[in-house]
């Protein structure tokens, strides 16, 4: 299957900083990329859909101007934690599609540590 | 997501049994997908399903749809200690493709 790349795999950060989480589609075109957060042995919980060459949508609760999301070419939507604090810290995941595909595939995941 | 129970929480099973979890929309379903996540992982693929009555099997493990009750199982026969971990349900329910999960089974197998 297609394979998406999530870099860093984990990051510690200080509190106040910004932290920028890549995702990117390795041997397909992703139109959409999707973004998701997970607390500790809770569900995904969608953030935002993120579209090649156009603005985010943001699901409902989740701050824009917190969760800035990039989605500058096909094969790469990035995610940056602005002035990130400790109840930041989670685990990130991403998933993108081929366009015509139904099947969406998932990054490793990110864990990201606000001290 | 209260779009999408699943049940039960959490499992534990004798290696060897066989058990079924189930995810349940309250919304209509353009797509039902199961995935399984070992914590603090990605999430592996296991199955989509999208048509009424439809039913999937990879090695041990099946999964039905019943579109008229936006319901969906998981089957896995003669569980083994690799099946454990956690196992979502995600559904689409706008036809964008946009997936929402349940709140996931956390399953253990006893050797």
């Known amino acids: 299957g297609a394979v998406v790349s999530q870099h860093p795999s984990w990051v510690i950060c200080k509190s106040g900083t910004s932290v920028k989480i890549e995702c990117r589609s390795l041997d397909f075109q992703a139109t959409t990329m999707f973004w998701y957060r997970q607390f500790p042995k809770q569900s995904l919980m969608l953030m935002a859909t993120?579209?090649?060459?156009?603005?985010?949508?943001?699901e409902q609760g989740v701050e824009k101007d917190k969760f800035l999301i990039n989605h500058a070419s096909l094969t790469l939507s990035t995610l940056t934690v602005t002035s990130a604090h400790p109840e930041d810290s989670s685990f990130y995941i991403c998933?993108?599609?081929?366009?015509?595909?139904?099947?969406?595939?998932f990054g490793q995941g990110t864990r990201l540590t606000v001290v | 997501s209260q779009e999408l129970e699943q049940s039960p929480q959490s499992l534990i099973v004798q290696e060897g049994k066989n058990l079924t979890i189930n995810c349940t929309s309250s919304?209509?379903?353009?797509?039902l997908y199961w995935y399984k996540q070992k914590y603090g992982e990605g999430l592996i693929f296991l199955m989509m399903l999208q048509k009424g009555g439809e039913e999937k099997s990879h090695e041990k493990i099946t999964a039905k749809l019943d579109e008229k009750k936006q319901q969906s199982s998981l089957h896995i026969t003669a569980s083994q200690p690799s099946h454990a971990g956690i196992y979502l349900c995600?559904?689409?329910?706008?036809?964008?493709?946009?997936?929402?999960f349940g709140a996931g089974t956390r399953l253990f197998v006893k050797a």
């Open positions: 919304k209509t379903l353009y797509g």
């Open positions: 993120s579209n090649e060459g156009s603005k985010a949508t943001y």
């Open positions: 995600g559904a689409d329910h706008t036809g964008g493709f946009k997936t929402i």
């Open positions: 998933s993108a599609r081929q366009p015509g595909d139904t099947e969406a595939f």
